[in-house]
């Protein structure tokens, strides 16, 4: 006699919990994920690190939240591309793995990462609305602001912070030659083992072009002011650290906005600024106007790895260990990565890997130039100068392999390309 009622209290308390697990999952993303990279590294158990504490946790509660909604929706071409990626190169990390334990810790960094961004997208785009997909991108651009003005505090002060934040703290006999000590905001954490300093500044400053095209969204008379400071305390902090492929990516994202928005006089402004600073100051003139060939060895050393493994690559963590093998009478002070995340893919998971990889880019291009087509607002404006921005920088540093980049893009991409934004 009693079941009806107790199975409408049932309804009643899983649609509650349901919409408790949606609120809760709209504030994570807005107001605690963009904090992320505010946590400096420090290894936990296999490939976790402390800065993987928010993410992780934040989408485990967005992936409850839309199993509970249960809306189901086609998934966009973007996504589909994704996994292929991540079904690719997991498959060929896994096939190439070297026992249970190494297969384990590549199916967490090749699929589970990959599935983090798979589920921030879905999570961003299903469940927040307009206003909380604008909050999110001014979330994402104060901490890039915030970031900024830590880096150009601790050069301008010569601060080297606990566990190697701030300036780079270089060993005595590796101190760079012309004062050019790099910065790199809190994007610290423990040194490497094999390593005598810990040298992130490349993702801090990729981090902050990202947030770039994020501020890029609030481009109106309004907030003009505003969106300057922003933007120039971004700036500032790419060039401090010296980073000369982040400083061309910010010059795109700007150039791209102010193309979008016919605003030439202001990206004539910024690169005139831009222009004086490296004329005038000493270590900003030798770092950006240094050109040398590092990168194109260490593609050839990649080019060498991809032909020795083209089917299933070196595998996951591999990399390294084969580059020094094969790198028989090339120079190059550096042979961690590519530096390029098709090469990259390609020499650690297979060709299909890299071709699938180039499939996704050739998607993130054709989704970004769509929107600006049928909807001329500022968020598409945004959308097209992120993606412009990271594949650029993508060429010489392998972007999509590096979480504290990559999460911040498809937080950015994600918020922007929803059709409502």
């Given at each position: 006699?009693?079941?009806?009622p107790?199975l409408?209290?049932?309804?009643?308390s899983?649609?509650?919990?349901c919409?408790?697990l949606?609120?809760?999952?709209?504030f994570?993303?807005?107001?605690?994920?963009?904090l992320y990279?505010?946590v400096?590294r420090?290894?936990?158990?296999?490939?976790f690190?402390?800065?993987?504490?928010?993410?992780?946790?934040?989408?485990a509660?967005a992936?409850a939240?839309?199993l509970?909604?249960r809306?189901?929706?086609?998934?966009?071409p973007?996504l589909?591309?994704?996994g292929?990626?991540?079904?690719?190169?997991t498959?060929?990390?896994?096939?190439?793995a070297g026992?249970?334990?190494?297969?384990?810790?590549?199916?967490?960094r090749?699929?589970?990462?990959?599935?983090?961004?798979g589920?921030?997208?879905?999570a961003?785009?299903?469940?927040?609305?307009?206003?909380d997909?604008r909050?999110?991108?001014a979330?994402?651009?104060?901490?890039?602001?915030?970031?900024?003005l830590?880096?150009v505090?601790?050069?301008?002060g010569?601060?080297?912070?606990?566990?190697?934040?701030?300036?780079?703290?270089?060993?005595?006999?590796?101190?760079?030659?012309?004062?050019?000590?790099?910065?790199?905001?809190?994007?610290?954490?423990?040194?490497?083992?094999?390593?005598?300093?810990?040298?992130r500044?490349n993702?801090?400053?990729?981090?902050l072009v990202m947030?770039?095209?994020?501020?890029?969204?609030?481009?109106?008379?309004?907030?003009?002011?505003?969106v300057?400071?922003?933007a120039?305390?971004?700036?500032?902090?790419?060039?401090v650290?010296f980073?000369r492929?982040?400083?061309?990516?910010?010059?795109?994202?700007?150039?791209?906005?102010?193309?979008?928005?016919r605003?030439?006089?202001?990206?004539?402004?910024v690169v005139?600024?831009?222009a004086?600073a490296?004329?005038?100051?000493t270590p900003?003139r030798?770092r950006?106007?240094e050109?040398?060939?590092?990168?194109?060895?260490?593609?050839?050393?990649a080019?060498?790895?991809?032909?020795?493994?083209?089917a299933?690559?070196?595998?996951?963590g591999?990399?390294l260990?084969?580059?020094?093998r094969?790198?028989?009478?090339?120079?190059?002070?550096e042979?961690?990565?590519?530096?390029?995340?098709?090469?990259y893919?390609a020499a650690?998971?297979?060709i299909?890997?890299g071709?699938?990889?180039v499939?996704?880019y050739?998607?993130?291009?054709?989704?970004?130039a769509?929107a600006?087509?049928?909807?001329?607002t500022?968020?598409a404006a945004a959308?097209?100068?992120?993606?412009?921005?990271?594949?650029?920088?993508d060429?010489?540093?392998?972007?999509f392999?590096?979480?504290?980049?990559?999460?911040?893009?498809?937080?950015?991409?994600?918020?922007?390309?929803?059709e409502e934004?």
């Amino acid at each position: 006699m009693n079941a009806t009622p107790t199975l409408a209290n049932d309804a009643g308390s899983e649609s509650r919990l349901c919409d408790a697990l949606q609120v809760g999952a709209r504030f994570a993303l807005v107001f605690v994920l963009p904090l992320y990279p505010l946590v400096p590294r420090f290894p936990l158990w296999g490939p976790f690190g402390t800065d993987d504490v928010i993410p992780v946790a934040v989408v485990a509660l967005a992936a409850a939240a839309l199993l509970g909604a249960r809306r189901p929706a086609p998934l966009s071409p973007v996504l589909v591309a994704l996994g292929l990626v991540a079904a690719v190169a997991t498959l060929a990390a896994l096939v190439s793995a070297g026992g249970l334990v190494a297969a384990l810790v590549a199916a967490v960094r090749v699929a589970g990462r990959l599935a983090l961004y798979g589920v921030v997208v879905l999570a961003i785009t299903r469940l927040l609305a307009a206003g909380d997909r604008r909050r999110l991108l001014a979330m994402l651009a104060t901490v890039a602001v915030l970031e900024g003005l830590v880096g150009v505090a601790a050069y301008a002060g010569k601060v080297q912070g606990p566990w190697q934040t701030g300036m780079l703290a270089y060993p005595a006999e590796q101190m760079p030659a012309h004062g050019r000590v790099r910065v790199q905001g809190t994007f610290g954490g423990e040194v490497p083992e094999g390593q005598l300093f810990l040298n992130r500044a490349n993702f801090y400053s990729a981090y902050l072009v990202m947030g770039l095209a994020a501020l890029g969204v609030f481009v109106d008379r309004r907030r003009r002011v505003r969106v300057i400071v922003g933007a120039a305390a971004i700036v500032a902090g790419v060039l401090v650290s010296f980073s000369r492929m982040s400083l061309l990516a910010a010059l795109l994202a700007g150039a791209v906005l102010a193309l979008l928005h016919r605003r030439t006089i202001t990206f004539a402004v910024v690169v005139a600024v831009t222009a004086v600073a490296l004329a005038v100051v000493t270590p900003l003139r030798d770092r950006f106007l240094e050109f040398g060939n590092d990168r194109l060895q260490q593609w050839r050393i990649a080019a060498r790895v991809i032909a020795a493994h083209p089917a299933l690559g070196v595998g996951d963590g591999r990399y390294l260990e084969e580059a020094y093998r094969l790198s028989a009478g090339i120079d190059v002070p550096e042979t961690r990565t590519p530096h390029n995340s098709l090469l990259y893919a390609a020499a650690s998971y297979g060709i299909p890997s890299g071709v699938a990889l180039v499939g996704l880019y050739v998607t993130l291009i054709a989704v970004s130039a769509g929107a600006w087509r049928r909807r001329r607002t500022p968020a598409a404006a945004a959308l097209v100068a992120l993606v412009a921005a990271f594949l650029l920088h993508d060429v010489s540093n392998n972007l999509f392999f590096i979480p504290e980049v990559a999460l911040a893009f498809w937080m950015a991409f994600a918020a922007t390309s929803a059709e409502e934004a």
